[in-house]
């Protein structure tokens, strides 16, 4: 599976963005699908996750309420839909694809496929 991120830029503070996540590669709509952030000098960290079927995400605290995700699985695209943008999301954006179950903080070791990083900016 090969996944390509995308629809990251600079935006200001309350501004939104939706990033998207295309997906290639046999049986690449079974997988759980999820994003993962990396600001400057920090881990890579979890952020959303939604799983195969699409009727169940997870989202680290303090994006809910503010982010989305969702997937369309007749384009094999996943997306993440970024509401009230703070400049603490500044980060690279990463989408993930794992067969393990999705839950609240999906490990991101042992994931089994990453796409390039699409950055993220939010000025203040």
């Known amino acids: 599976v090969q996944l390509q991120a995308s629809g990251g830029g600079l935006v200001h503070t309350g501004g939104s963005l939706r990033l998207s996540c295309a997906a290639s590669?046999?049986?690449?709509?079974?997988?759980?699908m999820g994003w993962f952030r990396q600001a400057p000098g920090k881990e890579r960290e979890f952020v959303a996750v939604?799983?195969?079927?699409?009727?169940?995400?997870y989202y680290t605290d303090s994006v809910k309420g503010r982010f989305t995700i969702s997937r369309d699985n007749a384009k094999n695209t996943v997306y993440l839909q970024m509401n009230s943008l703070k400049p603490e999301d500044t980060a690279v954006y990463y989408c993930?694809?794992?067969?393990?179950?999705?839950?609240?903080?999906?490990?991101?070791?042992?994931?089994?496929?990453w796409g390039k990083g699409t950055q993220v900016t939010v000025s203040s």
């Open positions: 939604i799983n195969w079927v699409g009727d169940t995400t």
């Open positions: 590669g046999r049986s690449a709509s079974t997988y759980n």
């Open positions: 993930a694809a794992d067969k393990r179950p999705a839950r609240p903080s999906w490990p991101l070791d042992g994931m089994d496929y």
